[in-house]
């Protein structure tokens, strides 16, 4: 059974810093890219980031110089560290993963598995 399991989500002050950590288990990744998604209430749940198996590194425009994903190939695990955060960074945030690729374009109806969310709530 394919589990993704995301920690590290909590409350923080505008300009602060999360680690987020996505644990994966349960099949072989191998050809897999996986990444992160995010839905604030009332909202669509929208790309975030993404690695692929070979380590190219995909960002939504408004998460380019403050967000960076790694891990994956390397590890069982998949990170987002998010610096300089805002309060329009608050959602719920959720690890994916999908053959081969996810990019900006990916929509969420097209990722394979899903975490179950951990929440991050930034203030003014």
């Known amino acids: 059974q394919v589990q993704l399991v995301e920690s590290g989500g909590g409350l923080v002050q505008a300009g602060g810093s999360l680690r987020l950590s996505c644990a994966r288990s349960g099949r072989t990744f191998a050809n897999y890219a996986m990444g992160w998604f995010r839905q604030a209430p009332g909202k669509e749940r929208d790309f975030v980031a993404a690695?692929?198996?070979?380590?190219?590194?995909y960002y939504a425009d408004s998460m380019k110089g403050r967000f960076t994903v790694s891990g994956h190939n390397v590890q069982n695990t998949v990170y987002l560290q998010m610096n300089s955060l805002k309060p329009e960074d608050t959602a719920v945030y959720y690890c994916?993963?999908?053959?081969?690729?996810?990019?900006?374009?990916?929509?969420?109806?097209?990722?394979?598995?899903w975490g179950q969310g951990t929440q991050v709530t930034v203030s003014s």
């Open positions: 690695v692929t198996w070979t380590g190219f590194t």
């Open positions: 994916a993963a999908r053959p081969v690729i996810i990019t900006p374009q990916t929509t969420a109806a097209e990722v394979r598995y």
